[in-house]
């Protein structure tokens, strides 16, 4: 079963994805990490995330732009900053729809830029479009 990290500050927006991979029988590990420093300790193996048995490498990491402690772009940042990492699925998961935002994850190595759906319904679809092409 792959194991996707969802590093989101909205807790909303952690039940919805939760509740999307739920109703599309999606099967996966679902960690989260509810702001930057967590993700880059979740992904380090470090503190509490120490126990890999608990908190496996994530196959697929969901990503929010705007986080607190460290942002999206600075997760991502670091993550394409460690060659062992290179090939490591990131998908945005953002609110902004805006071209700024795109360009810098685009350009900071991200894998692919999805607009969070408002509905539940196009929120499903999108959640089977990620685990069709990334974890499938």
Not at 86 to 101: A, W
């Given at each position: 079963?792959?194991?996707?990290?969802?590093?989101?500050?909205?807790?909303?927006?952690?039940?919805l994805?939760?509740?999307?991979?739920?109703?599309?029988?999606?099967?996966?590990?679902?960690?989260?990490?509810?702001?930057?420093?967590?993700?880059?300790?979740?992904?380090?193996?470090?503190g509490?995330?120490?126990?890999?048995?608990?908190?496996p490498?994530?196959?697929?990491?969901?990503?929010?732009?705007?986080?607190?402690?460290?942002?999206?772009?600075?997760?991502?940042?670091?993550?394409?900053?460690?060659?062992?990492?290179?090939?490591?699925?990131?998908?945005?998961?953002?609110?902004?729809?805006?071209?700024?935002?795109?360009?810098?994850?685009?350009?900071?190595?991200?894998?692919?830029?999805?607009?969070?759906?408002?509905?539940?319904?196009?929120?499903?679809?999108?959640?089977?479009?990620?685990?069709?092409?990334?974890?499938?």
């Amino acid at each position: 079963m792959p194991t996707v990290l969802h590093v989101e500050d909205q807790k909303s927006d952690r039940l919805l994805i939760a509740l999307a991979f739920k109703r599309n029988e999606l099967p996966v590990n679902l960690h989260g990490a509810e702001d930057g420093e967590k993700a880059l300790e979740y992904l380090q193996g470090i503190g509490i995330y120490a126990n890999r048995d608990e908190h496996p490498f994530p196959d697929l990491v969901l990503l929010d732009l705007k986080l607190p402690r460290k942002s999206g772009p600075e997760v991502l940042a670091w993550i394409r900053s460690q060659p062992e990492l290179n090939l490591l699925p990131v998908i945005i998961l953002s609110s902004s729809d805006q071209k700024v935002d795109r360009e810098q994850a685009r350009e900071a190595g991200a894998t692919c830029y999805f607009c969070k759906p408002v509905a539940l319904a196009p929120l499903k679809e999108m959640i089977k479009e990620i685990y069709s092409k990334w974890l499938a």
